[in-house]
């Protein structure tokens, strides 16, 4: 089935830690990004990509980084300098000339 | 500041009316528009969409209607059913920004049977 694959699931993560999280999509969208959403908030932009080896920051990037070295793939990782990391992680995907983006099925990050 | 809002954090309907669900946005530049439905836990669906240069698009018993002069648009469902609960997120494009979506808050739609 096409989809959008983010694992994992749930992760917990000490302070201080770095954590990755993965996305992959087989929908050979051009286009991926990473939303963050926390409790009663909207949907905010932390990094898009929209080519293989180029990214460009959301509204949130700070304290998050991530790489886009294959097309189907592009890993977020929450460093230690996000201040505030727990919460829910989206990763998405579009066609190049598309306005509708699609939602993988989200992973939640706490840190303890 | 917020570019896009929806103003009713819950609504709550019961099944086989109505359910109308209602967005503004600030930013006369958005040229698209779209829904998504969320459950908990779960990433958002896409529902409907409808570009800036057309009033209203519907898709079975979802319809979304534009107001650009007023920077409105709506969501009707119509009937509503029990499986609609869940928080509906409306969301914005910039023209030219290719998937650069703008949210709002979302409302949590509660379908009463």
């Known amino acids: 089935d096409g989809g959008i694959t983010q694992s994992p699931k749930y992760l917990f993560r000490k302070e201080g830690q770095n954590v990755t999280l993965s996305c992959e999509q087989n929908?050979?969208?051009?286009?991926m990004y990473w939303y963050r959403q926390d409790p009663g908030q909207g949907l905010r932009l932390i990094y898009y990509?929209?080519?293989?080896?180029?990214?460009q920051k959301g509204d949130i990037a700070e304290g998050y980084s991530v790489s886009r070295e294959k097309k189907e793939s592009f890993p977020l990782t929450v460093t230690s300098a996000q201040k505030n990391p727990t919460a829910f992680y989206l990763c998405?995907?579009?066609?190049?000339?598309?306005?509708?983006?699609?939602f993988g099925e989200g992973s939640w990050l706490t840190v303890v | 500041d917020q570019q896009v809002k929806q103003n009713s954090p819950s609504l709550s309907v019961q099944e086989g009316r109505i359910s109308i669900l209602n967005c503004d946005y600030t930013?006369?530049?958005?040229?698209?528009f779209l829904w998504y439905k969320k459950y908990p836990a779960e990433g958002p669906t896409f529902l409907i969409s409808?570009?800036?240069?057309?009033d209203k698009n519907e898709d079975g018993r979802f319809t979304v209607f534009l107001n650009k002069s007023a920077k409105h648009l709506s969501l009707h469902i119509v009937p509503s059913q029990p499986g609609d609960s869940a928080v509906y997120f409306c969301a914005a494009s910039p023209r030219g920004s290719q998937g650069n979506l703008i949210f709002g808050k979302g409302t949590k739609l509660s379908v009463k049977p």
């Open positions: 998405a995907s579009s066609q190049w000339s598309g306005n509708t983006i699609y």
């Open positions: 990509s929209q080519i293989v080896n180029d990214f």
């Open positions: 929908l050979n969208h051009d286009a």
């Open positions: 930013n006369s530049m958005f040229d698209y």
């Open positions: 409808i570009s800036s240069i057309k």
